[in-house]
């Protein structure tokens, strides 16, 4: 009886991470200032001007922040669907997101919480900060292992390959999960927000149907059956 209560929990608690996450990331992206310029943000005081008293801004970065555990589930959860020919690719596809999920935890803690701590401070007081938060947005020092980030959507990429192969769910919702990961990838390579925001989007249509059903315990696309 323990047992299943476990089991019951660990089910529930890994649809709950396909439903959740896709919806905050389209909360964190909707929320961006200039969601609908497609130009490319190279300045770094664009950069800053963006989050300075978004209060909004922090909030979503910071939710985001605590999806980094609900995706290591997602891939852990993907890794165990991905059988026989599928394994590799579920296996390493899990490796490279979980590194990449890492990289935005030290990413949303380095550029995000620290800054709306930063953000607090009297005006004159915070253009002291400038020259360290330019250092900061232009990645110097180790924050450069940031330029790692883009590891978190190509291994949900390598899994989403699996996916769609051993047609371990309807081909549908794997393929949306790559087009999605391929539009996350583009949207942190060129900081156009609006691209997050679609890809969140096609994520919360693909793969919240899948966490209500685990919830549910309906799921049957956990069952690999031949390509």
């Known amino acids: 009886m323990e047992n299943r209560r476990l089991e ?16 905050v990331f389209i909360f964190a992206f909707a929320i961006h200032p200039d969601l609908f310029s497609l ?21 979503g970065h910071a939710l985001m922040l605590l999806t980094v555990p609900l995706l290591i589930v997602v891939a852990l959860k993907f890794m165990e669907m991905l059988t026989e020919r599928g394994a590799w690719l ?32 009297p005006e004159a007081e915070f253009e002291q900060m400038l020259p360290g938060l330019e250092a900061m947005f232009s990645f110097k020092g180790w924050l450069a292992l940031l330029y790692l980030l883009p590891l978190l959507p190509i291994g949900f990429m390598i899994q989403g390959v699996g996916l769609y ?22 949207s942190a390579a060129v900081d156009i927000d609006l691209f997050g925001l679609v890809a969140s989007a096609i994520l919360a249509i693909a793969l919240v ?17 031949p390509a």
Not at 39 to 59: P, Q
Not at 91 to 106: K, Q, T
């Open 8 to 23: 019951t929990a660990k089910r529930i608690g890994t649809g709950l991470a396909f439903v959740v996450f896709p919806i």
């Open 90 to 121: 579920g296996f390493v596809g899990c490796v490279v997101a979980v590194f990449g999920a890492v990289m935005l935890a030290v990413d949303k803690t380095a550029l995000c919480l620290v800054p709306s701590a930063f953000d607090t401070l």
């Open 209 to 225: 149907p899948f966490g209500i059903q685990l919830i549910k315990g309906s799921n049957r696309g956990s069952q690999t059956t």
């Open 165 to 186: 192969l051993g047609r371990a769910i309807p081909r549908w919702q794997s393929a949306s999960l790559i087009i999605a990961m391929v539009l996350l990838g583009v």
């Open 39 to 59: 130009a490319v943000v190279t300045d770094v005081n664009t950069r800053i001007g963006e989050f300075h008293g978004n209060r909004l801004m922090h909030l």
